[in-house]
């Protein structure tokens, strides 16, 4: 199971950072995603991380404003979030596969609320 925390409620231009634990699996041998979905809106992948952080990917839109990290002695990989636009208010998920670039995730974790409003 995994477990995102972080979100909040920021002013545009702000800043968080989201987290990603497990506590049954260890998070570095494992391709880390994390999704988005706003309101009314398809569900997002924004970011993603293969094992051991060999490479990372970003949707457009976010490129030079996330990135994503990881700590291995935490077992946690994090979303630094910079420069939050409107538009990126949305319940956050982080996702886990075995597979280096998965069609599909095999865990998810429940979201966690990002809200960006002045």
């Given at each position: 199971?995994?477990?995102?925390?972080?979100?909040?409620?920021?002013?545009?231009?702000?800043?968080?950072?989201?987290?990603?634990?497990?506590?049954?699996?260890?998070?570095?041998?494992?391709?880390?995603?994390?999704?988005?979905?706003?309101?009314?809106?398809?569900?997002?992948?924004v970011a993603c991380s293969t094992g051991r952080g060999v490479?990372?990917?970003?949707?457009?839109?976010?490129?030079?404003?996330?990135?994503?990290?990881?700590?291995?002695?935490?077992n946690t990989v994090y979303l630094q979030m910079n420069s939050?636009?409107?538009?990126?208010?949305?319940?956050?998920?982080?996702?886990?596969?075995?597979?280096?670039?998965?069609?599909?995730?095999?865990?998810?974790?429940?979201?966690?609320?990002?809200?960006?409003?002045?």
């Amino acid at each position: 199971q995994l477990v995102e925390s972080g979100g909040a409620l920021v002013q545009p231009g702000g800043s968080l950072r989201l987290s990603c634990t497990a506590s049954q699996y260890t998070l570095n041998y494992y391709t880390i995603g994390w999704f988005r979905r706003a309101p009314g809106k398809e569900r997002e992948g924004v970011a993603c991380s293969t094992g051991r952080g060999v490479n990372s990917n970003y949707t457009d839109s976010v490129k030079g404003r996330f990135t994503i990290s990881r700590d291995n002695a935490k077992n946690t990989v994090y979303l630094q979030m910079n420069s939050l636009k409107l538009e990126d208010a949305a319940v956050y998920y982080c996702a886990a596969s075995l597979r280096k670039y998965p069609s599909e995730y095999d865990y998810w974790g429940q979201g966690t609320q990002v809200t960006v409003s002045s």
